[in-house]
């Protein structure tokens, strides 16, 4: 018989995250300090769940239909008449702004005969919603101004014709709908996250790189690969030198919102022995490598960590006119990221602020889309760019091809996305 492993004697992998917080020596946010991991339900989770039609269904009708998901950013629909179409399992909605400036959430839904009115993944601007089958027309505002051969209709209530809705609400440059009209508000459904994010501000940044890849897995399979750095010595080897892994933090806040915390410019401890703080430096990967340029030289006495650091308050200072003096190393290197239940990962730190964004694909329990968000902060006394143009992967093209991608983040998405048709395979 099989004797059970005895987990306590077997320690956890040093250092961990905390104790690396200890040695920067430096002032961190007190939400940084928080270590809340309450041990889950450990009992084995069905591969139906993954699967299975009736599953997909019931997610449909009972989570997917009546909770808070994350549409698009305020910059999407910055203006008046500005739309972006966000669509969910059988679900299509158009994010806009109405005459006034204030935003709608309309079904994507002709009310004559039910085509579309906008285009899937369609985003643009336009003075009013008309449906390209027939011409029927609603004002920015939802009300049903024009129906031609308006004769042919007279019994026609056009009070009673306005454009269904859905609830909208922003928080932080981001946009949220939901389908029901019970439930909390936006910020209930938040839980910590406007408290811990208080200084972590998003609204003066911007969407440089916007990639969407189709996945042959389920929606959170394409989650779990990015949820954990468990993977990370067989699936990101080039990593292992330069990023804690086995050692990150994890923590659960409440029922929608969960934390990660994975520290960049240390070695794994799975290594035999860590990599020294030069070559550390020199193999980092960061979020937008383009904008860190040259990597230094370390000094005595100096740490990957700080010295990347300083390089960072130095180039966002120069670059964007943003003062960091007073942000820590963590914030401004480390991988911070908070899952909000149930599509979308928030990257914090500075040197990787991101959107992950994870949807089922239309009806289909067995495929997935997966939207990568990089952000910049405004440029220095300019104006603000346009979003990124949304650019779609193919499941055998790759991330690296995408304009404006950094060539080493493009080999990891590759390498996670890679693996999920195996993964799917080997669950049916």
């Not at 089922?360 to 889309?369: A, I």
Request: proline residues 6%.
């Amino acid at each position: 018989m099989t004797k059970a492993l005895d987990l306590s004697q077997i320690d956890r992998p040093a250092p961990r995250y905390q104790a690396i917080l200890d040695r920067d020596g430096d002032r961190v946010p007190d939400v940084l300090r928080l270590d809340s991991n309450p041990i889950p339900a450990t009992d084995p989770i069905d591969f139906s769940r993954y699967t299975s039609r009736e599953f997909h269904d019931r997610e449909m009708a009972k989570m997917w239909s009546r909770v808070w998901q994350f549409a698009c950013r305020e910059e999407h629909v910055a203006n008046r008449g500005d739309y972006y179409v966000y669509e969910i399992g059988r679900w299509s909605l158009i994010v806009s702004r109405d005459e006034g400036g204030v935003l709608k959430a309309y079904y994507n839904s002709c009310l004559h005969r039910g085509t579309k009115l906008k285009p899937s993944n369609g985003r643009g601007s336009a003075g009013q919603i008309q449906c390209p089958y027939h011409g029927w027309t609603w004002n920015l505002g939802g009300d049903l101004v024009k129906v031609p051969c308006a004769w042919d209709f007279p019994h026609l209530n056009y009070g009673e014709m306005r454009l269904p809705e859905a609830r909208v609400a922003t928080w932080n440059g981001l946009v949220f709908v939901n389908l029901s009209d019970e439930g909390p508000d936006l910020l209930e459904y938040l839980e910590v996250l406007p408290e811990h994010f208080g200084n972590w501000g998003m609204t003066d940044w911007y969407v440089s790189v916007h990639a969407r890849k189709e996945l042959p897995c389920n929606w959170k399979a394409a989650q779990d690969a990015f949820i954990e750095a468990y993977h990370t010595n067989l699936i990101h080897p080039q990593c292992v030198g330069t990023a804690g892994d086995i050692n990150a933090q994890h923590d659960i806040f409440g029922d929608h919102v969960s934390r990660d915390l994975v520290a960049l410019g240390v070695s794994s401890p799975s290594l035999a022995a860590p990599l020294g703080d030069q070559e550390i430096l020199d193999m980092m990967l960061l979020g937008d490598g383009s904008i860190i340029g040259e990597r230094p030289r370390l000094k005595e006495g100096e740490t990957a960590r700080s010295v990347m650091a300083g390089n960072m308050r130095e180039t966002f200072r120069d670059q964007f006119g943003l003062d960091l003096s007073g942000r820590s190393t963590a914030e401004l290197i480390d991988s911070i990221k908070y899952t909000l239940f149930p599509n979308l990962f928030i990257f914090a730190g500075i040197s990787l602020r991101v959107l992950y964004v994870y949807r089922p694909l239309g009806d289909d329990p067995n495929r997935s889309t997966f939207d990568i968000l990089f952000m910049r902060p405004m440029p220095k006394g300019g104006e603000r760019p346009e979003p990124a143009e949304l650019v779609l992967v193919g499941e055998e093209d790759s991330y690296r091809d995408v304009p404006g991608m950094d060539p080493g983040f493009g080999e990891l998405f590759d390498q996670d996305t890679g693996i999920l048709r195996a993964q799917r395979d080997g669950m049916l």
